[in-house]
């Protein structure tokens, strides 16, 4: 519930540790995104002026803009290694493979070890189906495990496409690298021979790569497949329905299941030698992309795309790391190119209206939601990602209800969908119905005892209404004990303390939230109030200038300018806490 669809549906991809993804990852804080120009304005500018707008596009993950900038940038100083790599870099992850390619052949020619630029020509002599030549820029690229790796699964498939299966399992047997390497290993060597149709060899490589991950997605679809044709039907739905155990309902799972149950036999994952390079380079993608190593992970899925561009999985990756990016607007072309006939574009579809809403076109999100749930009123995903647009913009009537379409829609509660009554237990209590959202909350509760955010939102409501305060602070202090480093629930217990006249201990706790979230307006006024009551003047007329200047919300600002003015005045309602979700922190939002 607190993940995007597409991200549900990727986790489950990744192949490799986390450590490694350090490999391929870059830190920066971006600048003021650069504008993008037309040609005939770029060619106004000068080399330094584009250069330093490139730069700046490209600290923004701005591909396209980046890419403009650079090649303008490149023309007036064509020698430029710097400019030409940083060039070929932007263009690849804007997607313009071929273009990539031209700009790779300078490089490769002052630097003939350049992986990413090898990568490239590779690649794109594997799609032109010229598998020697692939070979060849390959095998000079600079060696590094991430790069060998690589190398070493598009060189199998080269071999493959020069018709030589056995060399090509030879050749990754011989790989040698982390432990990591395995399951790539044995799961490409499966996919090889199973391709090449010597099946009785591809099980035991397939089996192996199970038994390293039974979790991961793309070696329960390979075996499964393969046992659908070499084993019984049983077999083949029994490793489906054990990852249907851990991830319920994913598209692909739930669409091979459904073809073994009507009696087919399942074809082999890899039909061509470019899908099996496609596959290898969106599993690194992928897992680079989500792991830190956004870079390189959009130009791995950019070039299994190019190989292979309706590769659903691969066209998820690209819009779930640009979301992840808060790039929405990038996502969405994305999410727009995941054929119709994938057992994935339903989800791409709700990931489509949540990308809308957050570039201000809610009501095109909203229309495209209720189409959704038009067609499959039961579908509990279109409904959650329908009423989560509804609590953010404040549609709190309307969001509880949505919400009840939803709990309607579940037949057995269970503890997975906490979520829901939670949400809808907030939108009751932004609606003035404190009866109704004190129920959910409790549901939540039982359905997940000791879940912080619920025992934070429930505890302090109750302090807040004047009742079961004992029970209330006890709630507010577990979550902090099992999330002491979120600002905003120990927010809620300092302004809790407050709320029980208790301003000395509520001034630490304040003090504590604002270390935590400095950037929220609600808590920085919170210590305010807090440091007024204890006489602390200044500081608290500071605060509030603080919260002033963080940009509240309309009604809050206009009570914090009056403090600022009067002071906090006996006797005064002061603002109101928000015991809320966390915003965007690490269970998402």
């Not at 359905?447 to 109750?462: A, C, D, I, K």
Request: with cysteine; charged share 25%.
């Amino acid at each position: 519930m607190f993940r995007s669809a597409a991200g549900l549906l990727l986790a489950a991809s990744a192949l490799f540790p986390t450590a490694i993804a350090a490999q391929g990852s870059t830190a920066s804080t971006p600048p003021a995104p650069a504008p993008y120009l037309s040609p005939q304005e770029l060619a106004r500018i000068s080399p330094a002026g584009t250069y330093l707008a490139a730069r700046a596009a490209g600290l923004q993950k701005d591909a396209a803009a980046a890419s403009a900038y650079y090649r303008a940038a490149l023309r007036a100083d064509p020698r430029n290694f710097e400019l030409l790599s940083n060039a070929f870099l932007s263009v690849l992850i804007d997607g313009d493979v071929d273009e990539a390619v031209r700009i790779a052949e300078r490089i490769v020619q002052i630097n003939k070890t350049h992986r990413i630029a090898r990568l490239a020509l590779g690649v794109q002599a594997i799609k032109r189906k010229q598998f020697q030549n692939a070979r060849q820029q390959l095998a000079q690229s600079v060696r590094d495990p991430i790069t060998d790796l690589t190398s070493g699964l598009l060189t199998a498939w080269s071999q493959v496409g020069s018709g030589d299966p056995k060399a090509a399992v030879a050749t990754i047997d011989k790989m040698q690298g982390p432990d990591w390497y395995s399951i790539f290993k044995d799961l490409h060597s499966g996919l090889i021979l199973d391709m090449a149709g010597r099946s009785k060899e591809a099980g035991p490589y397939l089996q192996k790569a199970h038994q390293v991950d039974p979790n991961a997605l793309r070696t329960v679809e390979a075996l499964g497949r393969w046992t659908s044709r070499n084993g019984t039907q049983e077999e083949a739905l029994k490793v489906f329905e054990a990852f249907d155990k851990l991830l319920p309902r994913h598209p692909l799972i739930v669409d091979s299941m459904d073809e073994i149950k009507a009696g087919q036999k399942l074809s082999p994952m890899i039909d061509s030698v470019q899908a099996g390079a496609a596959e290898a380079l969106h599993g690194l993608g992928a897992s680079l992309g989500r792991q830190g190593g956004e870079d390189l992970g959009l130009v791995y899925l950019q070039l299994a795309v190019y190989l292979q561009p309706k590769h659903a999985l691969a066209l998820l990756s690209l819009a779930d790391i640009y979301e992840n990016l808060k790039k929405p607007e990038v996502a969405i072309k994305f999410y727009e190119r995941i054929p119709q006939d994938s057992p994935l574009r339903r989800n791409a579809d709700i990931q489509l209206a949540v990308n809308y809403d957050a570039i201000e076109r809610t009501d095109d999100a909203k229309a495209a939601l209720n189409k959704l749930i038009a067609a499959n009123p039961q579908d509990l995903e279109a409904i959650v990602a329908l009423g989560n647009i509804l609590r953010v913009r404040k549609s709190f009537a309307e969001c509880a209800q949505v919400y009840g379409q939803a709990i309607a829609a579940i037949k057995t509660p269970e503890k997975s969908n906490w979520p829901v009554f939670y949400y809808r237990g907030m939108c009751h209590e932004r609606a003035k119905d404190w009866d109704k959202a004190e129920a959910d909350f409790k549901k939540a509760l039982e359905l997940f005892p000791e879940q912080p955010y619920v025992l934070n939102y429930l505890g302090y409501s109750w302090v807040d209404h004047g009742k079961n305060l004992d029970e209330g602070m006890k709630m507010i202090r577990r979550a902090v004990e099992q999330r002491p480093d979120d600002g905003y629930i120990v927010d809620s217990l300092g302004w809790a303390h407050y709320r029980l006249g208790e301003f000395e201990e509520a001034t630490k706790h304040l003090e504590r939230a604002v270390e935590l979230k400095p950037e929220d307006p609600t808590i920085n006024d919170h210590l305010g109030d807090a440091y007024w009551k204890v006489g602390r003047i200044l500081e608290a007329r500071f605060q509030w200038s603080h919260a002033r200047d963080l940009k509240p919300e309309p009604d809050e600002l206009k009570k914090i300018e009056e403090k600022l003015k009067s002071g906090l005045v006996e006797g005064e309602t002061p603002s109101s806490a928000k015991a809320e979700e966390p915003k965007k922190n690490g269970d998402g939002g």
